[in-house]
């Protein structure tokens, strides 16, 4: 079975205070790893694909990195607008429409 | 270019009841896909449509079940409510079959069962 675990569950930060976000994954195999950012009260907000091990993507303060066997978000100077539920999904190979697999997010505050 | 709108946004049902929510895709986009989201959890696979027949389920009972129009809008349907039923329900579309997975999320309906 398919199984993504993010951690921590929630984080608080400081305005300026770097940290990274973790999704380890199981799956039978990889497609692609997405990162979406959900706002209270909203939907899901795409961030990045990463398809193959060692590949890196960056927008803005956000950094996302992939390994074989999981996933960081890494995130620098953070702002207060940065406060949000992150979630890490996964889409497995095999051809078939199955969806993603969500973790269950890591819930970050970051305080002025 | 018009995003994703979900409707309605809330809705309390009573345990045994039918419900049905209504979602209209993004511009140029022929998948949609719904997911629930309980509480504290990610979002779960329900279903996925494209050009208007089903063409991937999740692990949730015959109950639940969608249609996909001409215009690439959708439904999901929830038949005989449980209380375990309550949940935001999110819609997303794409515009490629389930290959890329780059999904455009709607605000959701947040359904309460009592």
């Known amino acids: 079975e398919d199984q993504v675990t993010q951690s921590p569950e929630a984080l608080r930060l400081q305005e300026g205070e770097s940290s990274s976000l973790n999704c380890s994954y199981t799956?039978?195999?990889?497609?692609?790893l997405f990162w979406y950012r959900q706002d209270p009260g909203k939907g899901p907000e795409f961030l990045f694909t990463?398809?193959?091990a060692g590949e890196e993507k960056e927008k803005e303060r956000l950094k996302a990195t992939l390994t074989k066997k999981e996933s960081f978000l890494h995130i620098t100077a953070p702002k207060p607008e940065d406060s949000a539920t992150y979630l890490c999904?996964?889409?497995?190979?095999?051809?078939?429409?199955?969806?993603?697999?969500f973790g269950k997010g890591t819930h970050l505050i970051i305080q002025p | 270019e018009t995003g994703v709108t979900q409707s309605p946004t809330h809705l309390i049902k009573t345990r045994g009841q039918q419900v049905t929510l209504r979602c209209s895709s993004q511009?140029?986009?022929?998948?949609v896909s719904w997911y629930q989201q309980a509480l504290g959890q990610g979002p779960q696979f329900i279903f996925q449509?494209?050009?208007?027949?089903?063409?991937g389920r999740g692990n949730f009972p015959p109950r639940f079940s969608g249609l996909q129009f001409p215009n690439y809008s959708s439904e999901l349907n929830v038949n005989a409510l449980e209380l375990d039923d309550s949940a935001l329900y999110l819609c997303?579309?794409?515009?490629?079959?389930?290959?890329?997975?780059?999904?455009?999320f709607g605000s959701g309906t947040q359904l309460s069962v009592l």
């Open positions: 997303a579309s794409s515009s490629n079959r389930g290959i890329d997975e780059k999904l455009f």
């Open positions: 799956v039978s195999g990889l497609r692609g």
């Open positions: 990463l398809y193959s």
């Open positions: 999904a996964v889409q497995v190979s095999g051809g078939g429409a199955d969806g993603l697999t």
């Open positions: 511009s140029g986009h022929n998948t």
């Open positions: 449509y494209y050009r208007e027949e089903e063409n």
